[in-house]
């Protein structure tokens, strides 16, 4: 049972690429998030997801995009890559809120170089 | 928008030394949760305690809705302790939202 997979988990990139993180769960949750961990700082909710084909903004949704095509996975696009973004990336799921327990379960983490 | 508030923002203890921490938040939450985040990165689930009182070995938390705050108690600290503990808050419109954290530094 493998939880919450983030890929890849390492990245650098030049300036004004893009790329694509991929968030996959096994735990057949409808929430999904990703959040970004600037150094010395908490989580700041980027996107997120209540079920297969709906997507949201979050508190800092700028330079990114998102899909959710399966219930499974939730992808998280930069299209044209800023030094700002240099950060670790979370992705989390949840079951309903409140049933059975609404808790947050994280991935490790993908930590993006933007040079 | 709910805000999330952690204190003390940083703490050292020596080994064996009991402490506390707290989460204030501006609103009426959902759900509450405590995490540790150890100095590999990775987040690992304490509690989740929209109310009430719980505990886990040495570690326990209880929240206060009405009041809306939430304190998490380390009893008897050990070196693995230290990290970063952080409160998070869904108040609604399915967003979970962090605060700042608590940095802990045990010491042998």
């Known amino acids: 049972n493998a939880g919450v997979t983030q890929t890849p988990k390492f990245r650098v990139l030049k300036t004004g690429q893009s790329m694509t993180l991929l968030c996959a769960q096994d735990m057949n949750h409808e929430y999904m998030y990703w959040y970004r961990q600037d150094p010395g700082m908490g989580l700041r909710l980027i996107h997120y997801s209540v079920g297969e084909g709906t997507t949201a903004k979050g508190e800092v949704p700028d330079g990114y995009n998102v899909s959710r095509l399966k219930k499974q996975n939730f992808l998280l696009g930069l299209e044209s890559a800023a030094p700002s973004q240099t950060s670790v990336y979370f992705c989390?799921?949840?079951?309903?809120?409140?049933?059975?327990?609404?808790?947050?379960?994280f991935g490790e983490g993908s930590r993006l170089t933007v040079l | 928008g709910i805000q999330v508030e952690q204190s003390p923002p940083d703490l050292i203890l020596q080994e064996g030394a009991n402490s506390t921490l707290r989460c204030n938040f501006s609103?009426?939450?959902?759900?509450l949760q405590w995490f540790h985040q150890n100095p590999w990165g990775q987040l690992i689930n304490l509690f989740y305690?929209?109310?009430g009182t719980k505990q886990n070995g040495r570690l326990s938390a209880t929240t206060v809705a009405t009041e809306r705050y939430s304190l998490l108690y380390i009893s008897s600290s050990q070196t693995t302790d230290s990290g970063v503990y952080f409160c998070a808050v869904e108040a609604g419109g399915f967003k979970t939202i962090f605060g700042a954290g608590t940095r802990l530094f045990v010491k042998a």
């Open positions: 609103d009426s939450v959902n759900n």
């Open positions: 989390a799921t949840r079951e309903l809120a409140g049933f059975p327990h609404g808790e947050l379960f």
């Open positions: 305690i929209p109310s």
